[in-house]
């Protein structure tokens, strides 16, 4: 079984197909959700001056594995409705796409999402991600410990 601290080192060793690492305001939530068995396949911490202006992690094991993905999918969107269940507002969604089942985490406000471009947000949905995982990891190590 792997260590937190295991995952993180992986994880900075990730690129993408143009070579770039993963960004590190996004690392941390990359790492739990493979530490915890989610699949991650491409992550952005979001950026204001190009791409998109909110973080977003994918999960996704390609066309051979439609059916993990879509559990993987319900998997954690459980999580995610357990997380939110006595918070007021919500932060953090899935966003189903491909015919495979791969789901995006990303913030909830998909409204506003290309139109926002205010840095303070990108953080504020940042640190909502942040908020889940570190929730998840708790859960997480608390299941171990009772194993």
């Excluded at 506003?112 to 570190?134: A, C, H, I, Q, T």
Aim: aromatic fraction near 12%; include cysteine.
């Amino acid at each position: 079984m792997n260590s937190l601290s295991q995952v993180k080192k992986e994880v900075d060793q990730l690129v993408d197909r143009l070579g770039y690492p993963i960004d590190n305001g996004i690392k941390r939530v990359v790492a739990v959700l493979r530490l915890v068995g989610f699949h991650t396949t491409a992550s952005c911490e979001g950026h204001i001056c190009s791409g998109l202006p909110y973080p977003w992690v994918d999960i996704n094991n390609g066309p051979e594995f439609g059916q993990r993905d879509t559990a993987e999918r319900q998997a954690l969107q459980v999580l995610l409705d357990e997380f939110y269940k006595d918070r007021y507002w919500k932060f953090v969604k899935l966003a189903r796409f491909g015919i495979f089942g791969a789901c995006r985490m990303m913030p909830y406000d998909d409204i506003n999402m290309e139109g926002d471009k205010n840095p303070e947000m990108r953080l504020f949905y940042l640190n909502s991600m942040n908020e889940f995982v570190e929730w998840l990891l708790k859960k997480y190590e608390n299941s171990r410990a009772s194993s």
